[in-house]
Protein backbone atom coordinates (compact mmCIF):
# COMPACT_ATOMS: atom_id res chain seq x y z
CA UNK A 1 0.00 0.00 0.00
CA UNK A 2 1.49 3.51 -1.14
CA UNK A 3 0.72 7.09 0.09
CA UNK A 4 1.05 10.24 -1.31
CA UNK A 5 1.23 12.90 1.39
CA UNK A 6 0.95 16.09 -0.71
CA UNK A 7 -0.36 19.71 0.08
CA UNK A 8 2.96 20.44 1.81
CA UNK A 9 3.28 23.89 2.26
CA UNK A 10 7.18 23.18 3.74
CA UNK A 11 8.64 20.47 4.29
CA UNK A 12 11.56 20.44 6.35
CA UNK A 13 13.64 17.37 5.95
CA UNK A 14 16.78 17.68 7.87
CA UNK A 15 18.84 15.83 4.36
CA UNK A 16 21.53 17.88 4.16
CA UNK A 17 21.18 17.10 0.16
CA UNK A 18 17.50 18.61 -0.26
CA UNK A 19 16.97 20.70 3.02
CA UNK A 20 13.70 22.52 3.05
CA UNK A 21 11.54 22.34 0.02
CA UNK A 22 8.21 24.07 -0.57
CA UNK A 23 5.16 22.97 -2.33
CA UNK A 24 6.94 19.45 -1.58
CA UNK A 25 4.97 15.83 -1.64
CA UNK A 26 6.06 12.68 -0.64
CA UNK A 27 5.29 8.99 -1.17
CA UNK A 28 5.22 6.09 1.77
CA UNK A 29 5.53 2.56 0.79
CA UNK A 30 5.01 0.19 3.84
CA UNK A 31 5.89 2.70 6.50
CA UNK A 32 9.31 3.83 4.69
CA UNK A 33 9.37 7.03 2.62
CA UNK A 34 9.94 5.93 -0.81
CA UNK A 35 9.97 9.60 -3.10
CA UNK A 36 10.40 13.23 -2.35
CA UNK A 37 10.01 16.12 -4.48
CA UNK A 38 7.76 19.01 -6.14
CA UNK A 39 3.88 17.98 -5.51
CA UNK A 40 3.57 18.97 -9.19
CA UNK A 41 5.82 16.07 -9.96
CA UNK A 42 4.17 13.47 -7.57
CA UNK A 43 3.64 9.87 -9.18
CA UNK A 44 0.51 7.87 -8.26
CA UNK A 45 0.03 6.11 -5.12
CA UNK A 46 -2.82 4.16 -3.74
CA UNK A 47 -4.11 6.69 -1.01
CA UNK A 48 -3.90 10.64 -1.27
CA UNK A 49 -3.56 12.92 1.99
CA UNK A 50 -3.78 16.78 1.56
CA UNK A 51 -2.56 18.63 4.24
CA UNK A 52 -3.61 21.65 2.63
CA UNK A 53 -0.67 23.93 2.57
CA UNK A 54 0.30 22.68 6.04
CA UNK A 55 4.68 22.55 7.18
CA UNK A 56 5.82 18.68 7.88
CA UNK A 57 8.88 18.49 9.76
CA UNK A 58 10.47 14.75 10.89
CA UNK A 59 8.09 12.95 13.54
CA UNK A 60 10.13 14.65 16.94
CA UNK A 61 12.74 11.92 18.73
CA UNK A 62 12.33 12.47 22.43
CA UNK A 63 15.80 10.67 23.40
CA UNK A 64 15.10 11.32 27.36
CA UNK A 65 12.38 10.35 29.37
CA UNK A 66 11.03 8.47 32.67
CA UNK A 67 7.46 8.12 31.43
CA UNK A 68 7.36 4.84 33.75
CA UNK A 69 6.24 5.41 36.57
CA UNK A 70 2.84 6.29 39.04
CA UNK A 71 2.41 8.79 41.76
CA UNK A 72 2.24 12.73 41.74
CA UNK A 73 5.14 15.22 43.22
CA UNK A 74 3.20 18.51 41.80
CA UNK A 75 3.59 19.70 45.31
CA UNK A 76 7.08 19.68 44.55
CA UNK A 77 7.00 21.97 41.64
CA UNK A 78 5.13 24.23 44.06
CA UNK A 79 8.00 24.00 46.60
CA UNK A 80 10.83 24.79 44.01
CA UNK A 81 8.94 27.63 42.77
CA UNK A 82 9.07 29.32 46.38
CA UNK A 83 12.49 28.66 46.58
CA UNK A 84 13.54 25.29 47.37
CA UNK A 85 16.35 23.60 45.98
CA UNK A 86 16.04 20.36 44.12
CA UNK A 87 18.26 17.80 44.69
CA UNK A 88 17.07 14.23 43.76
CA UNK A 89 15.44 13.50 46.82
CA UNK A 90 11.80 13.39 45.84
CA UNK A 91 12.71 10.63 43.72
CA UNK A 92 11.76 7.87 46.42
CA UNK A 93 8.58 9.42 46.69
CA UNK A 94 8.15 8.00 43.35
CA UNK A 95 9.74 5.04 44.09
CA UNK A 96 7.32 4.05 46.23
CA UNK A 97 4.13 4.62 44.21
CA UNK A 98 5.65 3.20 41.28
CA UNK A 99 6.41 -0.26 43.18
CA UNK A 100 2.89 -0.19 44.48
CA UNK A 101 0.87 0.49 41.20
CA UNK A 102 -0.39 -2.82 39.44
CA UNK A 103 0.98 -3.72 36.12
CA UNK A 104 -2.29 -3.03 34.75
CA UNK A 105 -1.95 0.64 35.98
CA UNK A 106 1.43 1.40 34.85
CA UNK A 107 0.53 -0.29 31.58
CA UNK A 108 -2.54 2.36 31.33
CA UNK A 109 -0.40 5.39 32.19
CA UNK A 110 2.19 4.14 29.46
CA UNK A 111 -0.19 4.22 27.09
CA UNK A 112 -2.14 7.37 28.07
CA UNK A 113 1.49 8.99 27.85
CA UNK A 114 2.53 8.11 24.63
CA UNK A 115 -0.35 9.25 23.10
CA UNK A 116 0.15 12.75 24.56
CA UNK A 117 3.53 12.03 22.98
CA UNK A 118 2.27 11.67 19.79
CA UNK A 119 -0.82 14.10 19.90
CA UNK A 120 2.17 16.36 19.90
CA UNK A 121 4.00 15.29 17.23
CA UNK A 122 6.62 12.67 18.85
CA UNK A 123 7.28 9.53 17.03
CA UNK A 124 9.90 8.16 19.02
CA UNK A 125 10.69 8.11 22.47
CA UNK A 126 13.45 6.55 24.67
CA UNK A 127 11.96 5.50 28.36
CA UNK A 128 13.88 5.01 31.35
CA UNK A 129 13.46 2.43 34.34
CA UNK A 130 14.52 4.03 37.64
CA UNK A 131 11.47 3.91 39.59
CA UNK A 132 11.84 0.46 40.95
CA UNK A 133 15.15 0.56 42.20
CA UNK A 134 14.41 -3.62 43.16
CA UNK A 135 15.50 -6.51 40.46
CA UNK A 136 11.95 -7.45 40.36
CA UNK A 137 10.24 -3.70 40.00
CA UNK A 138 13.15 -2.61 37.69
CA UNK A 139 12.60 -5.50 35.62
CA UNK A 140 8.91 -4.86 35.21
CA UNK A 141 8.99 -1.16 34.53
CA UNK A 142 11.61 -2.01 31.93
CA UNK A 143 9.31 -4.79 30.72
CA UNK A 144 6.24 -2.69 30.03
CA UNK A 145 8.43 0.16 28.17
CA UNK A 146 9.46 -2.21 25.81
CA UNK A 147 5.78 -2.68 24.77
CA UNK A 148 5.71 0.75 23.79
CA UNK A 149 8.87 1.78 22.28
CA UNK A 150 12.20 -0.27 21.67
CA UNK A 151 14.53 2.50 22.99
CA UNK A 152 14.52 1.30 26.41
CA UNK A 153 17.37 2.54 28.95
CA UNK A 154 17.75 0.94 32.68
CA UNK A 155 18.46 3.46 34.79
CA UNK A 156 18.90 0.90 38.47
CA UNK A 157 21.46 3.41 39.35
CA UNK A 158 18.85 6.72 39.38
CA UNK A 159 19.78 7.17 43.31
CA UNK A 160 20.93 5.04 46.40
CA UNK A 161 17.66 4.17 47.94
CA UNK A 162 17.29 5.05 51.52
CA UNK A 163 18.75 2.83 53.82
CA UNK A 164 21.39 1.27 51.33
CA UNK A 165 24.93 2.11 51.27
CA UNK A 166 26.32 3.08 47.99
CA UNK A 167 29.03 0.17 47.68
CA UNK A 168 25.98 -2.61 48.13
CA UNK A 169 23.72 -0.87 45.66
CA UNK A 170 26.28 -0.13 42.85
CA UNK A 171 27.22 -4.38 43.58
CA UNK A 172 23.16 -4.84 42.83
CA UNK A 173 22.74 -2.61 39.88
CA UNK A 174 25.93 -4.50 38.22
CA UNK A 175 25.14 -7.71 38.95
CA UNK A 176 22.00 -9.38 39.52
CA UNK A 177 19.87 -6.50 38.65
CA UNK A 178 21.72 -6.39 35.45
CA UNK A 179 21.61 -9.58 34.50
CA UNK A 180 17.76 -9.37 34.94
CA UNK A 181 17.42 -6.36 33.41
CA UNK A 182 19.82 -6.26 30.29
CA UNK A 183 17.44 -8.54 28.43
CA UNK A 184 14.82 -6.04 28.39
CA UNK A 185 17.17 -2.86 27.39
CA UNK A 186 18.95 -1.41 24.83
CA UNK A 187 20.69 1.43 26.48
CA UNK A 188 22.42 1.61 30.50
CA UNK A 189 22.16 5.00 32.29
CA UNK A 190 23.29 6.60 35.77
CA UNK A 191 23.10 9.69 37.55
CA UNK A 192 26.26 10.84 37.98
CA UNK A 193 26.07 13.61 40.18
CA UNK A 194 28.66 14.54 43.10
CA UNK A 195 26.52 17.41 44.03
CA UNK A 196 23.58 15.13 45.40
CA UNK A 197 23.68 13.21 48.19
CA UNK A 198 21.38 10.45 46.42
CA UNK A 199 23.52 10.02 43.46
CA UNK A 200 26.72 8.84 42.53
CA UNK A 201 30.10 10.12 41.73
CA UNK A 202 32.53 9.07 38.98
CA UNK A 203 33.81 6.19 39.90
CA UNK A 204 30.62 4.44 40.75
CA UNK A 205 29.14 5.66 37.82
CA UNK A 206 31.58 4.18 35.89
CA UNK A 207 31.74 0.74 37.35
CA UNK A 208 28.46 0.88 36.59
CA UNK A 209 28.69 1.89 32.82
CA UNK A 210 31.41 -0.53 32.12
CA UNK A 211 29.11 -3.48 33.64
CA UNK A 212 26.76 -2.39 31.41
CA UNK A 213 29.02 -2.69 28.52
CA UNK A 214 29.82 -5.65 29.19
CA UNK A 215 26.78 -6.91 29.12
CA UNK A 216 26.23 -5.57 25.76
CA UNK A 217 24.13 -2.22 26.45
CA UNK A 218 24.99 0.60 24.87
CA UNK A 219 25.71 3.61 27.01
CA UNK A 220 23.91 6.87 28.36
CA UNK A 221 24.49 9.26 31.35
CA UNK A 222 22.87 11.97 33.20
CA UNK A 223 25.93 14.38 33.97
CA UNK A 224 26.51 18.01 35.30
CA UNK A 225 23.10 18.48 36.18
CA UNK A 226 23.82 20.20 39.88
CA UNK A 227 26.74 21.00 39.47
CA UNK A 228 30.32 21.07 37.70
CA UNK A 229 31.42 17.19 37.75
CA UNK A 230 32.94 14.17 36.07
CA UNK A 231 29.77 13.21 34.00
CA UNK A 232 30.61 14.44 30.38
CA UNK A 233 33.91 13.78 30.41
CA UNK A 234 33.17 10.18 31.89
CA UNK A 235 31.15 9.95 28.86
CA UNK A 236 33.10 11.22 26.18
CA UNK A 237 35.77 8.69 27.47
CA UNK A 238 33.63 5.67 27.38
CA UNK A 239 32.16 6.30 24.06
CA UNK A 240 28.26 7.21 25.31
CA UNK A 241 25.78 7.99 22.74
CA UNK A 242 24.38 10.94 25.08
CA UNK A 243 25.34 12.72 27.86
CA UNK A 244 21.95 14.75 29.17
CA UNK A 245 21.70 17.99 30.86
CA UNK A 246 24.56 19.56 30.25
CA UNK A 247 23.75 22.17 32.63
CA UNK A 248 27.28 23.01 34.46
CA UNK A 249 30.03 22.83 31.94
CA UNK A 250 33.62 23.54 32.35
CA UNK A 251 35.98 24.23 29.19
CA UNK A 252 37.62 21.04 29.71
CA UNK A 253 33.86 19.61 29.21
CA UNK A 254 33.15 21.54 26.30
CA UNK A 255 36.19 20.55 24.87
CA UNK A 256 35.98 16.70 25.52
CA UNK A 257 32.50 16.60 23.60
CA UNK A 258 33.64 18.58 20.66
CA UNK A 259 36.18 15.99 20.03
CA UNK A 260 34.07 13.41 20.20
CA UNK A 261 31.18 11.79 18.88
CA UNK A 262 28.86 11.87 22.27
CA UNK A 263 25.58 13.89 21.80
CA UNK A 264 24.77 16.48 24.59
CA UNK A 265 21.17 16.38 25.18
CA UNK A 266 20.29 19.54 26.77
CA UNK A 267 16.55 19.47 28.62
CA UNK A 268 15.29 22.72 29.29
CA UNK A 269 11.71 22.01 30.64
CA UNK A 270 14.21 21.01 33.71
CA UNK A 271 15.67 24.40 34.17
CA UNK A 272 12.28 25.82 33.27
CA UNK A 273 10.85 23.42 36.35
CA UNK A 274 13.24 24.07 38.65
CA UNK A 275 14.30 27.90 38.21
CA UNK A 276 17.87 26.71 37.43
CA UNK A 277 20.01 28.58 34.68
CA UNK A 278 19.84 26.76 31.70
CA UNK A 279 22.30 25.15 29.59
CA UNK A 280 24.84 27.49 26.88
CA UNK A 281 23.79 25.84 23.59
CA UNK A 282 25.57 28.60 22.02
CA UNK A 283 28.56 27.74 22.98
CA UNK A 284 27.91 23.98 22.73
CA UNK A 285 27.07 24.95 18.84
CA UNK A 286 29.61 27.00 18.24
CA UNK A 287 32.49 24.62 19.19
CA UNK A 288 30.71 21.93 17.16
CA UNK A 289 29.19 19.37 19.67
CA UNK A 290 26.27 17.47 18.37
CA UNK A 291 23.02 18.97 20.60
CA UNK A 292 19.99 17.24 20.95
CA UNK A 293 16.81 18.17 22.74
CA UNK A 294 14.33 16.00 25.15
CA UNK A 295 11.70 16.20 27.07
CA UNK A 296 12.80 14.67 30.45
CA UNK A 297 9.64 13.99 31.14
CA UNK A 298 9.29 12.64 34.49
CA UNK A 299 6.89 13.81 37.64
CA UNK A 300 9.56 15.68 39.45
CA UNK A 301 11.47 18.28 37.53
CA UNK A 302 9.60 18.21 34.03
CA UNK A 303 5.79 17.09 33.98
CA UNK A 304 6.25 18.20 30.09
CA UNK A 305 5.99 16.13 27.45
CA UNK A 306 5.83 18.60 24.97
CA UNK A 307 9.13 18.74 22.69
CA UNK A 308 7.48 22.26 20.91
CA UNK A 309 7.74 23.40 24.23
CA UNK A 310 11.16 22.67 24.07
CA UNK A 311 11.92 23.94 21.03
CA UNK A 312 10.31 26.99 22.23
CA UNK A 313 12.56 26.99 25.25
CA UNK A 314 15.52 26.12 23.26
CA UNK A 315 15.00 29.30 21.00
CA UNK A 316 13.75 31.67 23.91
CA UNK A 317 16.36 30.50 26.64
CA UNK A 318 19.11 29.03 24.89
CA UNK A 319 20.24 31.57 21.93
CA UNK A 320 19.31 28.33 19.40
CA UNK A 321 17.97 29.78 16.44
CA UNK A 322 14.40 28.03 15.29
CA UNK A 323 16.09 25.67 12.80
CA UNK A 324 19.01 24.76 15.15
CA UNK A 325 16.58 23.86 17.58
CA UNK A 326 14.19 21.98 15.40
CA UNK A 327 17.27 19.77 14.02
CA UNK A 328 18.08 19.27 17.68
CA UNK A 329 14.60 17.95 18.28
CA UNK A 330 14.63 15.55 15.29
CA UNK A 331 17.73 14.78 13.52
CA UNK A 332 20.16 15.36 17.00
CA UNK A 333 18.14 12.97 18.66
CA UNK A 334 18.17 10.29 16.34
CA UNK A 335 21.88 10.91 16.97
CA UNK A 336 22.05 10.69 20.44
CA UNK A 337 20.06 7.12 19.63
CA UNK A 338 22.46 6.31 17.24
CA UNK A 339 19.58 5.63 14.58
CA UNK A 340 19.93 6.09 10.87
CA UNK A 341 16.69 5.43 9.95
CA UNK A 342 14.81 8.73 11.77
CA UNK A 343 14.83 12.10 12.38
CA UNK A 344 15.50 12.89 8.55
CA UNK A 345 13.26 12.95 6.43
CA UNK A 346 14.76 10.68 3.69
CA UNK A 347 14.29 7.91 1.01
CA UNK A 348 14.52 4.38 2.85
CA UNK A 349 13.65 6.27 6.25
CA UNK A 350 10.61 5.31 8.34
CA UNK A 351 7.68 7.65 7.30
CA UNK A 352 7.44 9.13 10.95
CA UNK A 353 6.14 12.51 10.03
CA UNK A 354 4.64 15.58 12.30
CA UNK A 355 2.25 18.01 10.50
CA UNK A 356 2.13 21.51 11.72
CA UNK A 357 -0.95 23.53 12.05
CA UNK A 358 1.00 26.33 10.71
CA UNK A 359 2.83 27.52 7.09
CA UNK A 360 6.69 27.03 8.60
CA UNK A 361 8.49 25.20 11.28
CA UNK A 362 9.16 28.73 12.75
CA UNK A 363 5.61 29.02 14.27
CA UNK A 364 6.79 25.74 16.89
CA UNK A 365 8.99 28.37 18.92
CA UNK A 366 6.66 31.41 17.59
CA UNK A 367 3.77 30.22 18.89
CA UNK A 368 4.83 28.51 22.64
CA UNK A 369 2.31 26.56 23.93
CA UNK A 370 -0.01 26.43 21.22
CA UNK A 371 -0.84 22.24 19.93
CA UNK A 372 0.33 23.23 16.51
CA UNK A 373 2.04 19.79 16.07
CA UNK A 374 0.77 16.42 15.92
CA UNK A 375 2.38 12.78 14.06
CA UNK A 376 0.91 13.09 10.55
CA UNK A 377 0.18 9.02 11.28
Not at 120 to 139: A, H, R
Given at each position: MTTLVTGIGELTTQDPERGTLQDAALVIDDELIAWIGPAASAPAADERIDVEGRAVVPGFVDSHSHLAFAGDRADEFAARMAGERYDGGGIARTVDATRAASDEALRALLARRVSELRA????????????????????RTLRLAAEVTPETTFLGAHVVPPGTDVDSYVALVTGAMLDACAPHARWIDVFCEPASPHAFDGEAARTVLEAGRAAGLGLRVHGNQLGPGPGVRLAVELGAASVDHCTYLTGDDVDALAGGDTVATLLPGVEFSTRSPYPDARRLLDAGVTVALATDCNPGTCSSSSMPFMIALAVREMSMTPAEALWAATAGGARALRRTDIGVVAPGNRADLAVLDAPTHLHLAYRPGVPIARSLF
Open positions: QGTTTVEIKSGYGLTVDDEL
